[in-house]
C-alpha cells in the first residue's frame, strides 16, 4: 500500500512540476516567429475547453488537488496561447474578447456547482471525444500544412509524458472515464510529437538543399 502511495505521490508532482512549463515552449516559438501555420486555432479552442471540464470535474468530485492541478496550469497557458494566436492571426477583437470572458464565467459557475453538480458527471463523458477531437485538429493541420515550424515538439513530448502519468493515477483511483481520456491523450500526442520531428526535419533538410539547387540554376 505505502508502494503505491508513493507512485501516486511520484506521478501527481512530476506531472504538476511539468505543467509549470509545459506549453512554455510552444508559447516561446510562437512569439519568436509571430505566425500561427502548422496549428490549428480550433484545436486549441476546444482543448481550452476540455481542460475547463476535467479541472472542474475533479474538483466537484472533491479529489485531491495533487491529482488534477496540472489541468489549472494548462488552463493558464491555453488561455495564453490563445491570446497570442489571436494576435497572431488578426482575429483579435471585441468578438473574441467577450468569448473569452464568457469561458471564464461558465468556468466560475461549473467549480461552483452552477446550475447543477450532476451536470459535470454528464459532461466528462463528453471531455474523451472533446479532447480526442482537439487534438486531431492540430494533427490534421499539421499533415495539411506540413509546416512544423510554429510547432513545438517539445511540448508535445511533455504532454504524452504526463498523459503516462495520469494513466496511472487514473487507474489508482478506478475512474474508467479519465483512464480512458488520459491513454486516448497519450496516443495522440505521440502521435503529434513524431508528426512535428518528422516535418522538422525534412524542412531542415530542405533548407540546407535549396542553397545549392538555386547555384545550379
Given amino acids: 500500500m505505502q508502494t503505491v502511495t508513493l507512485i501516486e505521490a511520484f506521478c501527481n508532482y512530476t506531472t ?23 496549428l490549428s486555432f480550433g484545436g486549441v479552442i476546444v482543448e481550452y475547453v476540455a481542460h475547463l471540464i476535467v479541472f472542474s470535474y475533479n474538483y466537484v468530485q472533491g479529489y485531491a488537488l495533487s491529482s488534477y492541478f496540472e489541468y489549472a496550469l494548462l488552463i493558464v497557458q ?54 480526442a477531437s482537439s487534438k486531431l485538429m492540430f494533427i490534421f493541420e499539421l499533415l495539411r500544412t506540413r509546416n512544423a515550424s510554429n510547432v513545438s515538439a517539445l511540448t508535445w513530448a511533455i504532454s504524452a509524458f504526463t498523459c503516462v502519468a495520469r494513466v496511472i493515477t487514473n487507474s489508482l483511483k478506478l475512474d474508467s472515464p479519465l483512464i480512458v481520456h488520459s491513454t486516448v491523450s497519450l496516443v495522440l500526442c505521440t502521435v503529434m510529437c513524431l508528426l512535428t520531428i518528422k516535418f522538422q526535419k525534412e524542412e531542415a533538410v530542405s533548407y540546407k538543399i535549396s542553397p545549392f539547387a538555386k547555384k545550379d540554376k
Fill in 78 to 131: 491555453d488561455f495564453l496561447l490563445i491570446f497570442i494566436l489571436l494576435q497572431a492571426t488578426g482575429r483579435f477583437g471585441w468578438r473574441s474578447f467577450g468569448g473569452i470572458l464568457l469561458s471564464v464565467l461558465l468556468f466560475i459557475m461549473l467549480v461552483n456547482g452552477i446550475p447543477h453538480p450532476s451536470i459535470l458527471s454528464i459532461l466528462i463523458n463528453f471531455v474523451i471525444p472533446i479532447g
Fill in 16 to 38: 504538476i512540476g511539468c505543467c509549470f512549463f509545459i506549453k512554455l515552449p510552444q508559447l516561446r516559438r510562437l512569439f519568436k516567429t509571430r505566425e500561427a501555420a502548422g
